[in-house]
């Protein structure tokens, strides 16, 4: 079935510096990527999404690019910030499974000022 | 943009007692809602995706007794955790899809915080 890997967490890093969450995932279709965050006690947010193939998805600084050809969405910021301080979760939908979302499993990110 | 309203936000209660937890779209339609349960520090786990006039479809593992899941209307799910034990204490957090063509991002409730003691 489908199946979305991201690097284990947590990521500390200081403030400003650069920010890469590897994710790859496994479709039998031609899934949707997303990548959702988490800030302490609440719920998911979407942060940016890519459709298809080469597509961009860019919000708040973050930026993933849908990489068909290893299956790849990483997820990249230039300069962290505190407030950035959340879980990061990478997930694909896919039509085939019935637009069901599949997350993987979190990256926590903490940013030290 | 697109809203969904999850409540309780909160709930603690006795074991033994049944707790529901509504899902409401509150600006678009959505025949398909999905109900996922997270435990600390983890990722989301989906238990059921629920249908608009049919029944729940379970993913596996997930007790169906358990877990009642009703979609009466095109904005509303709700989720009952029947007989509750110190087990189901957990996170649980419903999303819905909105009914147009394409690819659409599921919407995310804030998620209902249920403790049983």
């Known amino acids: 079935g489908d199946s979305v890997t991201q690097m284990e967490g947590p990521v500390t890093l200081s403030e400003e510096a650069f920010l890469t969450i590897n994710c790859t995932y496994t479709a039998t279709g031609y899934p949707s990527l997303f990548w959702y965050v988490q800030y302490p006690g609440e719920g998911l947010q979407l942060l940016l999404k890519?459709?298809?193939?080469?597509d961009k998805g860019s919000n708040k600084g973050f930026e993933a690019t849908y990489r068909k050809e290893t299956t790849s969405f990483h997820l990249e910021k230039g300069s962290v910030q505190v407030s950035d301080s959340a879980v990061y979760f990478c997930?694909?939908?896919?039509?085939?499974?019935?637009?069901?979302?599949?997350f993987g499993a979190g990256t926590r990110l903490f940013v030290k000022a | 943009g697109a809203v969904v309203s999850q409540h309780p936000s909160w709930v603690i209660c006795k074991s033994g007692t049944s707790v529901k937890i509504e899902c409401r779209s509150l600006d678009f339609q959505a025949t398909t809602m999905f109900w996922y349960r997270q435990f600390p520090k983890q990722s989301l786990m989906l238990m059921a995706t629920s249908n608009e006039g049919s029944k729940a479809t379970y993913e596996q593992g997930v007790e169906k007794d358990k877990f009642l899941i009703n979609h009466a209307s095109l904005t509303l799910s709700t989720l009952t955790v029947t007989s509750a034990h110190p087990e189901d204490s957990s996170f649980y957090i419903c999303s819905a899809r909105e009914d147009t063509p394409g690819h659409q991002p599921q919407h995310f409730g804030d998620g209902t915080r249920l403790s049983i003691l």
């Open positions: 890519a459709t298809k193939a080469d």
């Open positions: 997930a694909l939908s896919d039509r085939t499974g019935g637009f069901k979302t599949i």
